[in-house]
Structure formats: C-alpha cells, structure tokens
T-cell receptor, first 115, second 113 residues
Framework: DTGVSQDPRHKITKRGQNVTFRCDPI?????LYWYRQTLGQGPEFLTY????????KSRLLSDRFSAERPKGSFSTLEIQRTEQGDSAMYLC?????????????FGQGTRLTVV | EDKVVQSPLSLVVHEGDTVTLNCSYE??????LLWYKQEKKAPTFLFML????IEKKSGRLSSILDKKELFSILNITATQTGDSAVYLC?????????????FGKGTKLSVKP
C-alpha cells in the first residue's frame, strides 16, 4: 500500500497521559499536514511541514502539542497531559508541491478518546 | 483570515434525485479548490479545480469553479445510497496561512432508498 498510513488507528487514554501518533506520507511527497476533526466539523488545521521544516502551527495548537518530521519522511504528533477536549480524529495528509502540485491525500486517521 | 463556507450543512434526498452542493471561499493567493468525499474515515479526493468555467466530470459527479464570484458547486446526478457522505470543500493557496489548505465544515448528504 503506497498511500498515507497512520498509526495507531485508535487510541484510548486516560486524562493526563501523553500520546504519540505516527504518520507515514506517500514517499515522494514533500509536504505533510496534520488536521484534527471532531464530529460534524471539517478538518481543522494543526500544523504542516515542508520536508523536515515545520512551517506553520495553528493558533489553536496549545503548548501541549508538538510535531516533528526529523528526516523529512514520517512525522509524529505528540499530545502531552491529554484533556477530554483532545478527543477527536487526527488526520494526516501529504502532497507534492513545487513544479508539480498534487492534491493532498489523507491517511485513515487516528481516533483519540480521552477518558 | 482565510475561510471556506459550505451550504447547505446537511441535505436529505431520495435515490435518483440530483443535488447541488455549494462552496464559497475567501482565500488569500488562491490557487485551487478541492472537493473531497468523507464517509466513515479519511476524506477521499474527488476534484481539483484551478481554472474558472471548466467543468470537471467523474461519472455522475461534476464540479465547476467561478473565480470571479469565488464559489464552486458540486453536482451529483441520479443519486444513490452510496453517495451518502460528508462532502468537503477546501481552498488551496500559495503558501499562505493554515498550511495552504483550508477546509469548510462540509455538507452531510443522506440519500434515502
């Protein structure tokens, strides 16, 4: 499967615990996005990377959230001291930007439930 | 701030009906408009529209962009129950805010047998 993959698919955690999600983009894609989606809403931008550089973080992203893409390939999103309001689907997407611009392809998402 | 607004937010139709979904946008340095279909999980890509007035078609789905009036429509003809999903519209910009892909809230389409 050469699509965007995310791991885990589901995560249940207790409030206050830290969680880390992983995203493997399509291999030649240089741009990687993280979105959060709650029921009845469209995907909400969190952050994005161009290769290994994190170019923007949403104002909605608190200090408890951090993302990395150390070698410009896979990315991780960590949430520290989780709160119930963090419960959502976390979506990763990748695209190719530059001379040829492709649409963004999404992974299946990681559904986080904070209890 | 860039924004994308979709209407209606939800729609219920019967099989065989034709539906039109609307998307208006205010996106700095606009490049393209994208439509996605989301069922249970990840959004799946439908169309990317960059030029005004050129209709894109895929089976019973078609879409068109009006860059003067800043909107796009997605048409689905002869709807089927399998078309039931949330349809998302997203504006793509030239490296502006929000990672340059800004989503609307989606239109939830329910097709009844």
């Amino acid at each position: 499967d050469t699509g965007v993959s995310q791991d885990p698919r589901h995560k249940i955690t207790k409030r206050g615990q830290n969680v880390t999600f992983r995203c493997d983009p399509i291999s030649e894609h240089n741009r990687l996005y993280w979105y959060r989606q709650t029921l009845g809403q469209g995907p909400e931008f969190l952050t994005y990377f161009q290769n290994e550089a994190q170019l923007e973080k949403s104002r909605l992203l608190s200090d408890r959230f951090s993302a990395e893409r150390p070698k410009g390939s896979f990315s991780t999103l960590e949430i520290q001291r989780t709160e119930q309001g963090d419960s959502a689907m976390y979506l990763c997407a990748s695209s190719l930007t530059g001379t040829l611009n492709t649409e963004a392809f999404f992974g299946q998402g990681t559904r986080l439930t904070v209890v | 701030e860039d924004k994308v607004v979709q209407s209606p937010l939800s729609l219920v139709v019967h099989e065989g009906d034709t539906v039109t979904l609307n998307c208006s946008y205010e996106v700095t340095n606009f490049r393209s408009l994208l439509w996605y279909k989301q069922e249970k999980k990840a959004p799946t890509f439908l169309f990317m529209l960059t030029s005004s007035g050129i209709e894109k078609k895929s089976g019973r789905l078609s879409s068109i962009l009006d860059k003067k009036e800043l909107f796009s429509i997605l048409n689905i003809t002869a709807t089927q129950t399998g078309d039931s999903a949330v349809y998302l519209c997203a504006g793509l910009n030239y490296g502006g805010s929000q990672g340059n892909l800004i989503f609307g809230k989606g239109t939830k389409l329910s097709v009844k047998p």
